[in-house]
């Protein structure tokens, strides 16, 4: 004998301890002691379990506790086990610490043999069922303990209905039944070479063996495997004795499935199915169809009265919504096993809030139980909860949310189709950066290549539009306008439907639901922000992204992108102009243009968050991200001197030949047309070699802007410094839009922001165009709007010379996208593509660092930052941008560090909410 307690009887085994006794085990215990109606049992412990598998052997001295505690049980059910008369049948039934439902065995009815049965009889006065529930226990101990498997029972059962000429199970007699009881034991016999064993005990030591095997069968391992159980978790199964109890016994009798609360709405009453003189096997099996718990008030209101006890009392006892099962037995009402509902994020959202009002949970509770994560499906419309169509083709669900529209294949076409009112889907192989106008467009996108962090992915995050990336199933031909998905050929303008919740692609139009932001939601967000530390901004970049974000409640806008303002139709060929422009005049007349324009884009952004702060970051990308690439200009320009080449020939066609053979000069002439089609103004104008000229200067330029490692390239500050007219503009440009608001009587917080800092000395040289254009937009404009000065923290260097850097910097933003790829040198688009998944599989890595914050080596580095960046200055404002803003966990990291605020994008800023609410109670 070991010193460890392998048994506990209900009465006094400890609720709490789900690692030992299993949930439903621990619930069972619990139930019992606070007085709740639960048939006589025990449970056994999971480290017998964990004895069990270990040694391939029950533990010593277990049977004999067994056996002990089923006298116990004797007692207080009145039956004994294995007597002829009146004999106590028990239900074997496994359990771990975490709900993995259908994954592991249970056997009912364990006891029964060719004597107990006689006693069952006696006790049900129903001949039928008793015959049913031994040849059911036979086939289930045989498949469950002895591996038998089901068809040689069906086949038994599929003979005998031919013979007696039965149609259903329901229709065979008690004498069929019975001997099909014979010839399942007689299956048994046959295929173990032993006799079924009629030993009550001899079954239930076989049967708690083969519970304890179920924890490692391969449904349970793979269940574990998929939703990331892991030993800390749960490790092993409990195994729960219950005495059974019999819902058909009569109409006094039934059985059924309840849920406290509507798990579906949220809805304060109780919800279920149940079936009147019936087993709970019945109800799984279907044969008949259970009734809704509401007309048990009609039909049996006394057990009804008893079930809103039990369910009342569960639910003050619990303080969370409980998912039971019950059985009636002779009007009396049992409970089998409570856990806590799972419910969807509206329901969730709503017993939260009402179960506060009702004063059954107290406000950190109902913060607390809400998976932050779930918030998702109420904030983009999903598809109609009743439909269940077969997709298309899956990729992978890069942003959230569902979405109809006609299939568009660029850009230019999706923006005028939708601007002219139509509903479109933008599918392409991949995007980049100058399809966004395509983006603003379309109600979703789609794309055959790319993760879950691609150009698509982010944008459409960003803006809160569904996507599907990488969905390989779908093959694109942009010439002809169509892309093929297996059988399947779809066409420019066709319908489809996308959810980006689940990277599905269906035909057709597929109803959706849109998001509610419901009363509930607000009330429980607002309760979060009185309680979160961090604040939460929002990552936007236009003036409609701001409004959209300020309705998701977020504080302040965290990080404003210029470059995003840039990439806008109306916008490049001025980005490209003073790319492309050869003095300083010309990009100075460039920079004029944009200055107007981006002023415009401030004023906005200011005017949707007037009274919160805006961080606008100054440029960051590589110029040559502003032009086409190389190979698509040389492709235009052979395209161009082929259509020049036509328009020459077309020309210099001789007459003679229309005279000679006019057939064949027309095909030609014809052909010739054809080539040189959108050609015709050039060709009036001799213009096509100012158009070739112009695109290969273009080219030269692009080839000279051309980096080996662009994103450690000409890029961020290091522009700002080398091209002091961009980032001047720019700045002047956030102060006089800011100086305008304030002289409308607006108030505005504007903050500058330096990316791709690596050294005090740039952040200085920056600091000091912020200082002069300051004094200049004051005497212009004739008023002093604060600003603030503050650098990302994307570089390890900069990390490291915090101190220093926190002289001129007023805030800081940890910019973690780029601050992983540099603690980890990876990087991330290859990473992703390449070794990063093995990583993962084989434990190199726990997660995609780029997915879930890295808090051993970027965690470290922003401790430090925020450390040493403090001492120079306390009151130092801290925050990150960046995807890992808008993740719980990550977000409990940054709570714990002390930053100030995290910023994320709009769709996301509830989520986060929650988060830090959460955060700050979990501490
Ligand atoms: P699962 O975890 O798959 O739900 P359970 O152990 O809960 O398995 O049992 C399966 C079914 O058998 C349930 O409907 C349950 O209510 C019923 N059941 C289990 N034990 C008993 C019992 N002692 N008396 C009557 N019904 C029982
Ligand atoms: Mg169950
Ligand atoms: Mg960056």
């Known amino acids: 004998m070991t010193s460890k307690r392998y048994i506990h009887a209900f009465e006094e085994g400890d609720g709490k301890n789900k690692m030992l006794l299993g949930g439903k085990g621990a619930n069972l215990c619990e139930m019992t002691q606070i007085g709740l109606n639960v048939p006589p049992g025990f449970v056994i412990t999971t480290e017998a379990c964990l004895d069990y598998l270990e040694k391939d052997r029950l533990p010593d001295g277990l049977m004999q506790g067994v056996l002990a505690a089923m006298k116990e049980v004797e007692k207080k059910s009145g039956k004994l086990f294995g007597d002829a008369k009146n004999p106590l049948l028990v239900s074997v039934r496994s359990g771990s610490a975490m709900s993995m439902p259908g994954m592991m065995d249970t056997i009912l009815n364990l006891g029964l043999n060719n004597s107990t049965i006689k006693g069952l009889i006696a006790q049900t006065g129903n001949e039928r069922f008793a015959h049913d529930a031994l040849r059911r226990f036979i086939q289930l101990f045989g498949k469950i303990a002895l591996g038998i498997a089901d068809e040689h029972f069906d086949a038994a059962m599929t003979a005998m209905k031919r013979q007696v000429g039965a149609a259903q199970d329901v229709d065979l007699s008690a004498e069929n039944l019975a001997d099909l009881a014979n010839q399942f034991a007689a299956i048994v016999q046959k295929h173990t070479g032993k006799p079924f064993p009629e030993d009550p005990y001899e079954q239930l030591e076989i049967a708690i063996a083969a519970v304890f095997r179920s924890w490692n069968g391969k449904r349970a391992i793979d269940y574990r495997k998929q939703f990331r159980i892991t030993p800390a978790m749960a490790n092993g199964t409990a195994v729960n004795i219950v005495t059974m109890v019999f819902g058909n016994m009569g109409d006094d009798s039934g059985t059924g499935v309840g849920f406290t609360r509507n798990p579906g709405t949220g809805e304060n009453i109780i919800y279920g199915e149940y079936l009147v003189n019936a087993q709970g096997e019945d109800v799984v099996a279907g044969i008949r169809t259970p009734k809704p718990v509401a007309e048990m008030e009609q039909e049996m209101p006394e057990i009804y009265r008893q079930l809103i006890e039990l369910r009342n009392r569960l639910e003050s006892h619990y303080q969370e919504v409980q998912d039971f099962e019950f059985t009636i037995e002779r009007g009396r009402l049992y409970c089998l096993q409570t856990r806590n509902g799972k419910m969807n994020a509206r329901a969730l959202v709503r017993t939260s809030v009402e179960m506060v009002k009702e004063e059954l949970i107290d406000k950190k509770r109902a913060l607390l139980r809400v998976d932050p994560v779930m918030l998702e499906q109420l904030l983009v419309p999903q598809l109609a909860p009743d439909f269940y169509g077969k997709p298309l083709a899956t990729g992978l669900p890069a ?64 803006m809160g539009k569904p996507c599907v990336s990488g969905c390989e199933a779908i093959v694109i031909n942009d010439q002809a306008r169509s892309a093929v998905i297996g059988e399947t050929t779809l066409h420019e303008g066709d319908v489809i439907t996308i959810d980006g919740s689940t990277g599905r692609v269906y035909a057709g139009e597929v109803p959706t639901v849109e998001a509610t932001f419901s009363a509930e939601m607000e009330t429980l967000l607002k309760w979060a922000d009185e309680v979160a530390r961090l604040k939460v901004m929002a990552n936007a970049d236009t003036p409609d992204d701001a409004a959209r974000a300020r309705a998701f409640g977020a504080m302040g806008i965290g990080l404003c992108r210029t470059e995003r303002m840039f990439n806008s139709t109306d916008r490049l060929p001025i980005v490209q102009e003073m790319i492309l422009a050869e003095t300083t005049e010309e990009r100075q007349a460039a920079l004029d243009r944009l200055l107007t324009i981006q002023r415009a884009d401030f004023k906005g952004i200011f005017k949707a968050m007037k009274g919160l702060p805006v961080t606008v970051r100054l440029l960051d990308p590589p110029m040559h991200e502003f032009l086409p690439t190389a190979a698509q200009l040389e492709l235009e320009i052979a395209h161009l001197h082929h259509m020049r080449d036509s328009i020459k020939a077309l020309e210099e066609l001789p007459e003679t030949l229309k005279l000679l053979n006019p057939r064949l000069y027309q095909q030609y002439a014809d052909g010739l047309n054809k080539l040189s089609m959108g050609m015709k103004e050039f060709k009036d104008n001799h213009l096509e070699e100012d158009v070739i000229h112009k695109k290969e200067k273009i080219l030269k330029k692009v080839r000279a802007l051309s980096e080996v490692n662009p994103m450690l390239g000409h890029r961020g500050v290091r522009l700002g410094i080398t091209y002091p007219e961009i980032y001047s503009m720019q700045i002047q440009a956030i102060l006089e839009a800011a100086a305008l608001c304030a ?100 434990g190199i890595l726990q997660d995609n660092p780029f997915e879930v914050l890295d808090l051993k080596g970027v965690g470290e580095l922003m401790k430090l930052a925020v450390t040493e960046g403090r001492k120079t200055r306390p009151d130092l404002k801290v925050g990150i941008c960046g995807e890992h803003g808008g993740h719980p966990a990550s977000i409990h990291f940054c709570h714990e560090i002390g930053l100030t605020y995290v910023s994320c994008s709009g769709p996301r800023v509830p989520i986060a909410r929650l988060a830090a609410a959460q955060a700050q109670l979990r501490k």
């Open 399 to 462: 942003s959230p949310g569902a979405a109809s529209g006609r299939i568009v294949f660029d850009a230019d076409t999706a923006e005028a189709r939708g601007k002219a009112g139509e509903k479109i889907i933008l599918v392409r192989e991949e995007t980049k950066p100058e399809d966004i106008h395509g983006f603003f467009q379309a109600q979703g996108i789609l794309t055959s290549r790319g993760g879950k962090t691609s150009h698509a992915a982010v944008v459409a995050r960003g």
């Open 743 to 842: 002289r409308e009587g607006l108030v505005v917080y504007p903050e500058i922001m330096v990316p791709q800092v690596a050294t005090v000395e740039e952040l200085k040289r920056i600091h000091g165009y912020v200082q002069r254009l300051h004094k200049v937009v004051e005497l212009t404009h004739g008023i002093n709007v604060g600003v603030k000065f503050g650098s990302m923290l994307e570089v390890v260097r900069a990390c490291l010379r915090s101190g220093r850097m926190a002289e001129d910097a007023e805030f800081f933003s940890f910019g973690t996208n780029d601050l992983t790829q540099a603690t980890f040198s990876f990087s991330r688009e290859d990473a992703e593509n390449k070794f990063l998944p093995s990583y993962i599989e084989t």
